[in-house]
């Protein structure tokens, strides 16, 4: 076993308890570890420790490392920027998320590919909550909009919540506003079919799972 794997992993779930034990004692979250600094071999030490699902930005890795490990049953969730000449192969890689669907543009021509091959994927609808013009997502003030949208017109697309990242600041209380606007729209969404909250890097998860995320994104606080 990969003792300081192990360590980095516990130290994990020790902080995320303090911190969800904050909200309450039933708010559970799910860890998606972010492979984008690694490699397959660790991808394995990571399921050998119990790291079920996994993330990652480029649909060229998520390919290889898929496959490299397709024995293993993981959970591989796409968390990048796609672009329109790569929704054949994300598609083809079926991944369990796809937690970056950025615009309604995006969405039209996912869903037109999607009807093509008589698939379905499901999807996070990405708010840019930091309003800063290199991240991607919808502006928190279309993002309800954008996402009754999608969910009335793209029905091959199944919407199962948000996620956002925070601006990468050294002021909380910025990080904290843009998770709380992201949270306060995700209360706003049909709960029956909106379970996802997706927020919180290895810089703030602390911050997002306070704010009220079920689900961080964390890559180097395992692996770097
Ligand atoms: C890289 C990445 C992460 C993980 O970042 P860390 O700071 O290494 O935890 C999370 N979400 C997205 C969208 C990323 O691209």
């Known amino acids: 076993m990969d003792l300081e794997l192990r360590d980095r992993l516990d130290n994990l779930f020790n902080r995320i308890e ?11 979250v799910k860890i998606v570890a972010v492979t984008k600094y690694t490699n397959s071999e660790v991808v394995k030490k990571l399921y050998e420790l119990g790291q079920r699902a996994f993330g990652e930005n480029k649909v060229k890795e998520l390919k290889k490392k898929s496959s490299e490990l397709q024995d293993l049953p993981l959970e591989w969730h796409f968390i990048g920027n796609l672009q329109k000449n790569k929704i054949n192969k994300i598609i083809s890689l079926q991944p369990s998320l796809f937690q970056s669907l950025s615009s309604l543009d995006l969405a039209e021509e996912l869903n037109s590919r999607l009807e093509t091959s008589g698939k ?7 708010i840019n909550a930091s309003r800063e013009p290199q991240k991607g997502g919808i502006l928190p003030e279309y993002a309800l909009d954008s996402y009754k949208k999608i969910s009335d017109l793209y029905p091959n697309i199944n919407l199962k919540g948000v996620m956002a990242m925070a601006k990468d600041s050294e002021n909380i209380d910025e990080v904290r506003k843009n998770f709380r606007e992201t949270r306060e729209l995700f209360d706003k969404l049909d709960r029956e079919n909106a379970k996802i909250c997706s927020m919180g890097m290895s810089g703030d998860f602390e911050i997002a799972i306070e704010e009220g995320s079920n689900l961080i994104r964390v890559g180097s606080v395992l692996v770097k």
């Open 18 to 28: 303090v911190a969800r034990k904050r909200v309450n004692n039933h708010h559970i």
């Open 120 to 126: 379905k994927i499901d999807a996070l609808l990405q």
